[in-house]
């Protein structure tokens, strides 16, 4: 990044305990072009996350509508309900190991907390999630943003 750069926008977020790849705009008509692609669906965000357990190969993705909820502590909770936003995540298996599977994960829609409702859902949760996991196997959030794959905006 330029030091004398006066303008720096993030162009996307991550829930704070994914850790990866985050976009930044140097230019305010790049930030908009991005953000066209993000809500276009034109720009595509890959995770890796170790799930419990052995993931099946004929799971390739996971439709089920998210709802957000506040506790009354203030923190918030999503689960799956009919009331929630329409969700969907891709996933393909990427490596097998013994007590887990290193899954790619692909959202199609980009709900809060989206990726580890859904391994929940599908009976594999992310490995050391402490909000959405399995305390047997658990103890620091193992999903990482690897890839974003969009187009270059004109300069």
Known sequence: MRPEAR??????????DTSGVLLVAKKRSALRSLHEQLREKGMQK????????????????????????????????VRVSQEGKPSETRFKVEER??????????PVTGRTHQIRVHTQYAGHPIAFDDRYGDREFDKQLAVRDYRVCFFMPPR
């Not at 303008?7 to 704070?16: C, I, K, S, Y």
């Open 97 to 106: 190991y013994a007590f887990a599977t290193l899954v790619r994960c692909s």
């Open 46 to 77: 890959d995770y890796l996350a170790l799930v419990r357990g052995q993931w099946q190969s004929h799971v390739k993705s996971v439709q089920a509508p998210l709802l957000k909820n506040i506790l009354q502590s203030g923190e918030r909770i």
């Open 7 to 16: 303008f720096l926008e993030l162009v996307h977020r991550l829930d704070r």
